[in-house]
C-alpha cells in the first residue's frame, strides 16, 4: 500500500498531538508562546532532545513522566522569559530540574506540565579576589569540584560526583567538609534568583540575611536559582574512599560509628557515611565511604579504629579532592532502578550505643519477607546513618544560620537516609511503606532511648533533612521557624505561583 505524503504527514501530527496527550489546551498555548520566544531552547515530545532530557533522572520512576514541553534555557534571562509568560497562564503547571537526583515524583517532574531544565545552565568559575565560586545549576558535583580544584580551591559540597548541583544546594546539603566548613547550604552567600514574577533579583547574604537563612534549606519555593555565590575553600590531596564489609562487622562498625559522632567535633577533617545494606535473602553489607581533609588519615581514635576492621573491598587511597567524587560516584552510576528517599533525624544518645544495632534490625524484620522472593533479586533496601556533630550547627550559626535552625548550641545527631532500589513497578507501593515503618517505629522508640538525657523528649528538636526526605514528610513543618519562612515565601510569591503550581516541598 502507497501512503500519500500528505496522509503521512497528518499521521506524524496525530501522533505528536497523542503525545501531548493530557496537557491542557493553556499548558499547550504556553509551550507555544515560550516556543516562539525562546525557539530551539524549548523540546517537545518526539524529539530526541526531549527523550534524553526525560531520561536524565536518577531513579528510573521519573523517567515515565511526560512533560507538555521542555524549556532548556542557556542564560537566566531565558528563565525569566518563560517564567513570565508562565505568569500569563495560571493553572499550568512547572518545575524546575537541575540533576534530577531527588526520587520524589512532582519535584523535579511535571506531568503534561512545563520543566525547566537547567541542564544547559552550567559551569564554575573562581573569583580570586573575593575568595568565592560562582556555580550555575546545571551539570554535576564532579564538574564543579574539577573545575575549582584546577585553582587549588573547593566548595562544601556533594559526596559522590554524580549528584546534582541546585537541589543539593537548596535543600540543605551534606557535604565531607561539614564539619570544617558547615552545610552546603550554609557557604552560600548570594543567590542570583528568578523570582515568582519572572523578575531576575539578586540576593546578597549582607544585605538580606533574613531571606538568606530561608534560601539554606527551603528548596524550591523562593524562585528558580541561576546561580549561587558560594565561600571558597583551599583544598590538596585527601584521603579516603569506599570500603565494603560483610554484615558480621556489625558490632565493630557501630560501635566505632557511636565513638565517631561526638568525636568528629575535635577531629574536623574526618568524615564517614555508613550505609547498611539490606539485600536478597536479608544479606547485610556495609558500604562505608571515608573522607579526610589530608593525606593520611589518623591512626589513633574512633576514625582510625573504623579503618582497623577488616573489609571485603578497600578502595581508599591518597587522590585528589575531583578523584575522590569521581570514584564515590562509579558504583552509584551504574544503578538503574526505582528508587525511594525518607528521612529520620536522630538525636546521639551518648549512654546507648545499641540503637543502630536495634534500628538495623527493626529494617532487616520489615524487609525480610519481601527480600526472601528469589524474584526480588535486584530489590535492596538500606539504611545510612550520617553524622551530623554539634560542631557543624556552630558553623551555620557563624555563617548566619540555615532554614533548618542548626545552632551552635545543637546537640550531635545523625541524619538517617532510608534508600530502597527495586526494578518492578508492581512493588512501588510496598517499597516506599518500607520505609515509612521503619520511620513510624523510629519515631515511637525516640522517647523510650532518650529517656532523661535531654530532659522531656517533646524539648528535643529534630529538624528532617530535606536532600534525604521523602515527598509525604513535612520538612518544612519541622524546621523552628516554620512561621517566619512561611510568611516570607507569602512574601516573595504573592500569588502563589511557585506555591501552588511548582514541584518540591512547601511552606
Ligand atoms: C547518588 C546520590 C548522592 C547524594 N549525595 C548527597 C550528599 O552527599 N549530600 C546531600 O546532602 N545530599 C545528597 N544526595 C541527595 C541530593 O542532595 C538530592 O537528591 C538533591 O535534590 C539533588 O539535587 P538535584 O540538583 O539533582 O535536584 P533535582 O532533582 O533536580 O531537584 C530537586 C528539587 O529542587 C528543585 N530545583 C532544582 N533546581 C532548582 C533551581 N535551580 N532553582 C529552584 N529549585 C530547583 C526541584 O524543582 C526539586 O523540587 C544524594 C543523592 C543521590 C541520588
Ligand atoms: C506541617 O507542619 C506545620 C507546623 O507544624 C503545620 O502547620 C502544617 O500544617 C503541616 N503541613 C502539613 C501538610 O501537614
Ligand atoms: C517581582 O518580585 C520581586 C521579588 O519578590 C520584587 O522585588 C519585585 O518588586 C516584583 N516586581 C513586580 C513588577 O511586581
Not at 37 to 48: E, N
Not at 206 to 223: H, K, M, T, W
Not at 284 to 293: N, S, T, V
Not at 380 to 408: K, W, Y
Request: with cysteine; hydrophobic share 40%; proline share 4%.
Amino acid at each position: 500500500m502507497r501512503i500519500s505524503s500528505s496522509v503521512f504527514l497528518s499521521i506524524v501530527g496525530l501522533m505528536g498531538q497523542q503525545a501531548l496527550g493530557a496537557a491542557s489546551d493553556s499548558t499547550i498555548k504556553a509551550c507555544q508562546e515560550i516556543s516562539k520566544a525562546l525557539s530551539s531552547r524549548v523540546s517537545f515530545p518526539l524529539s530526541l532532545t526531549y527523550q534524553n532530557e526525560v531520561g536524565e533522572y536518577w531513579s528510573t520512576v521519573l523517567r515515565d513522566l511526560k512533560p507538555a514541553c521542555i524549556i532548556l534555557p542557556e542564560s537566566a534571562l531565558d528563565v525569566s522569559t518563560a517564567v513570565k509568560i508562565l505568569n500569563k497562564y495560571p493553572d499550568v503547571k512547572f518545575t524546575a530540574k537541575s540533576g534530577g537526583h531527588d526520587p520524589n515524583i512532582g519535584h523535579a517532574t511535571v506531568q503534561d506540565g512545563v520543566l525547566i531544565s537547567l541542564s544547559k545552565l552550567s559551569g564554575t568559575t573562581y573569583d580570586r579576589a573575593r575568595n568565592v565560586a560562582l556555580v550555575k545549576p546545571g551539570g554535576e558535583w564532579n564538574d564543579v569540584i574539577t573545575a575549582l580544584n584546577k585553582e587549588g580551591v573547593t566548595v562544601v559540597g556533594g559526596r559522590l560526583g554524580i549528584v546534582g548541583i541546585a537541589g543539593l544546594l537548596l535543600q540543605g546539603g551534606i557535604s565531607f567538609l561539614s564539619s570544617q566548613y558547615g552545610l552546603a547550604a550554609d557557604n552560600i552567600v548570594g543567590w542570583e534568583i528568578v523570582a515568582a514574577n519572572g523578575t531576575i533579583i539578586n540576593v546578597n547574604a549582607a544585605d538580606q540575611p533574613e531571606l538568606a537563612v530561608a534560601l539554606r534549606g527551603s528548596g524550591s519555593q523562593f524562585g528558580i536559582v541561576t546561580q549561587f555565590t558560594a565561600r571558597a575553600y583551599p583544598i590538596g590531596k585527601v584521603w579516603g574512599g569506599m570500603r565494603i564489609y560483610d554484615g558480621s562487622k556489625a558490632d565493630a562498625i557501630f560501635k566505632a560509628l557511636h565513638d565517631f559522632v561526638p568525636y568528629n567535633t575535635q577531629d574536623k577533617k574526618a568524615a564517614i557515611i555508613a550505609s547498611h545494606t539490606f539485600a536478597i535473602g536479608g544479606t547485610r553489607a556495609f558500604i562505608m565511604f571515608y573522607f579526610y581533609d589530608g593525606e593520611t588519615p589518623p591512626t589513633t581514635g574512633p576514625f582510625a579504629d573504623f579503618l582497623k576492621i577488616d573489609s571485603i573491598i578497600d578502595i581508599t587511597e591518597t587522590q585528589t579532592y575531583p578523584e575522590l567524587l569521581k570514584s564515590n560516584g562509579m558504583g552509584a552510576s551504574l544503578l538503574n532502578s526505582r528508587i525511594s528517599f525518607r528521612t529520620f533525624t536522630l538525636p546521639y544518645i551518648a549512654n546507648n550505643p545499641a540503637i543502630y544495632a536495634e534500628i538495623s534490625d527493626k529494617m532487616g524484620d520489615i524487609t525480610k519477607e519481601f527480600l526472601s522472593d528469589p524474584f526480588k533479586l535486584t530489590s535492596q533496601c538500606s539504611v545510612d546513618f550520617q553524622p551530623l556533630s554539634s560542631i557543624v550547627g556552630q558553623h551555620s550559626e557563624d555563617r548566619g544560620g540555615n532554614a533548618m535552625g542548626l545552632t551552635g548550641s545543637d546537640p550531635d545527631r545523625l541524619i538517617l537516609e532510608i534508600q530502597c532500589s527495586w526494578a518492578d513497578k508492581r512493588d512501588d507501593e510496598i517499597m516506599v511503606q518500607f520505609s515509612r515503618d521503619l520511620t513510624d517505629w523510629i519515631e515511637s522508640r525516640i522517647p523510650v532511648w532518650v529517656g532523661g538525657q535531654y530532659g522531656p523528649v517533646t524539648d528535643v528538636y529534630l529538624p528532617l533533612f530535606m536532600n534525604d526526605a521523602m515527598s509525604d514528610q513535612n520538612v518544612t513543618g519541622s524546621y523552628r521557624n516554620y512561621a517566619k519562612f512561611k510568611a516570607l515565601q507569602l512574601q516573595a510569591d504573592p500569588e502563589g505561583v511557585l506555591r501552588t503550581r511548582t514541584g518540591g516541598f512547601k511552606y
